[in-house]
């Protein structure tokens, strides 16, 4: 048995037939390619496959894909709609707040989110930034060039 699903996926539409029990990270990564979500612990505690449905971050290994049926998704692979984007990637490189990159694209999404929601009055502080990252999990880093990225893409994001 299949569902007929409709999403639009980093601006394009598409129409497939899944499995109701598909998740929606292996939907993006085995009928679309887009495998920029990466599958980690696939209980929604390491945030790898952390991407925006309707412009909020979710974990896609904890999402079905007939969940998102008439909803819109960005995965890593879209984030340049976002003005912010490439500056966060820039702070990532500049900071070493990347060594082996599987959890960057789950980093990325949520850091985006988090600056984006950041009153402009109040910026973001060091611990601030580690209580919303401390959803995600890095295993190279020590985080410390993660929260430096985000902090320094927040300031001249502004």
Avoid: W
């Amino acid at each position: 048995m299949t569902v007929q699903i409709t999403v639009t996926v980093n601006g394009t539409a598409f129409e497939r037939a899944v499995p109701p029990r598909m998740t929606l990270a292996d939907f993006l990564r085995d009928e679309l390619g887009l495998t920029g979500t990466h599958l980690g612990c696939e209980h929604g505690v390491c945030g790898a496959c952390s991407v925006f449905i309707d412009g909020r971050s979710a974990r896609a290994c904890l999402t079905l894909a007939v969940q998102v049926d008439g909803r819109t998704v960005t995965t890593v692979e879209g984030l340049d709609q976002f003005e912010e984007a490439p500056r966060l990637r820039e702070c990532f490189a500049k900071q070493r707040g990347l060594q082996c990159g599987f959890c960057t694209p789950g980093f990325l999404v949520t850091a985006l989110e988090l600056i984006r929601d950041t009153d402009t009055q109040k910026p973001l502080t060091e611990d601030g930034v580690r209580e919303v990252l401390s959803g995600n999990i890095c295993r190279c880093t020590g985080y410390q060039g993660i929260v430096d990225a985000v902090l320094e893409a927040a300031q001249t994001s502004d």
